[in-house]
């Protein structure tokens, strides 16, 4: 059975992030939501997506491509041969999926419309946006309390750097969000911020100012789902309520925080303090990454509970 058969009708889901995060939380998501959208970070610039953002000047288009992958239906052989990466040559390390996309922008002078071609080719469920349509990198504001407080840019550098991050941002500053992605979630039934990289992945999203202040005044309710553990250097030392500050202090709106209390640290008591509502599930698959059958469960219970 379709995915699209097993969905409620008329549930909007809209998913925020980046990278592998977002695209677990696509997978979960696509399995009970009658309409997914992904709004994803475009401020990558390592890589295949950082080559092809610097040779080609286009949005980089890894991100995009891991949820186009997520959304593709199951038996779908571009959405396999999206993932094959090169190995030798000039080629060497990009991703074929990349290609495509970087080439379909090239032609049709649309990096959306690009999108949407590649998503007719793997017959996705649902639509992925990026954030801005803006040309944007990454910085952050790091051990800002301390005599050595300074600014680096990049996101790999900043993914990467040694100290606490306390603050992130876009440049330009006024990057302008994607009308659809702003529409969706002024739409949606749920808006979930997915899991991954915090500051290089979920927060560049919310740096975008239409973006955060659609999440602060969605009426939908708004799930952040919180990572199974640290990620070193970028998150190192931080528990779960940290996890969920960091959010709170970038301007976004918080309801829901879903953690599993097998994994990162959570002290339920300090996540009511911050004003959102602590939802303990098991989420954590046997290789300690985020199941998507057990997130869906998960997902799909909030709703049912509001």
């Not at 606490?164 to 659809?180: C, F, K, Q, S, T």
Request: charged content about 20%.
């Amino acid at each position: 059975m379709s995915d699209a058969r097993k969905a409620k009708p008329g549930t909007r889901v809209v998913a925020l992030g980046g990278g592998h995060g977002l695209a677990v939380a696509l997978q979960a998501i696509r399995q009970y939501a009658g309409s997914t959208t992904a709004v994803v970070s475009v401020a990558d610039d390592g890589g295949s997506s950082g080559r092809l953002r610097r040779d080609l000047d286009v949005a980089p288009p890894g991100d995009v491509r891991k949820c186009l992958v997520a959304l593709a239906a199951p038996d779908n052989l571009w959405a396999h041969a999206f993932e094959y990466r090169f190995e030798s040559g000039d080629l060497d390390g990009h991703a074929l999926g990349n290609l495509v996309l970087a080439g379909l922008a090239e032609t049709l002078g649309d990096f959306t419309v690009a999108i949407d071609e590649a998503g007719r080719l793997l017959d996705v469920v649902g639509r992925v946006r990026p954030a801005t349509t803006a040309r944007v990198v990454l910085m952050a504001e790091v051990d800002a309390e301390s005599a050595n407080a300074r600014s680096v840019e990049g996101q790999v550098a900043v993914m990467n750097v040694a100290g606490r991050i306390r603050h992130v941002e876009l440049i330009p500053g006024d990057a302008p969000a994607h009308p659809d992605a702003v529409e969706a979630i002024a739409g949606a039934d749920q808006v979930v911020l997915a899991p991954g990289s915090l500051f290089t992945s979920l927060l560049p999203v919310l740096a975008v100012p239409a973006l955060r202040d659609a999440v602060a005044s969605t009426p939908a309710r708004v799930v952040q789902v919180c990572n199974l553990r640290r990620q070193v250097p970028e998150t190192d030392g931080l528990d779960a309520a940290d996890h969920l500050r960091a959010v709170l202090e970038h301007g976004a709106r918080v309801d829901d925080f879903l953690y599993d209390p097998a994994t990162l640290l959570c002290d339920e008591d300090e996540i009511r303090t911050l004003g959102a509502r602590p939802v303990p599930s098991q989420m954590a698959g046997p290789d300690m990454a985020h199941d998507p059958a057990r997130l869906a469960i998960a997902l799909q219970s909030l709703l049912a509970s509001q």
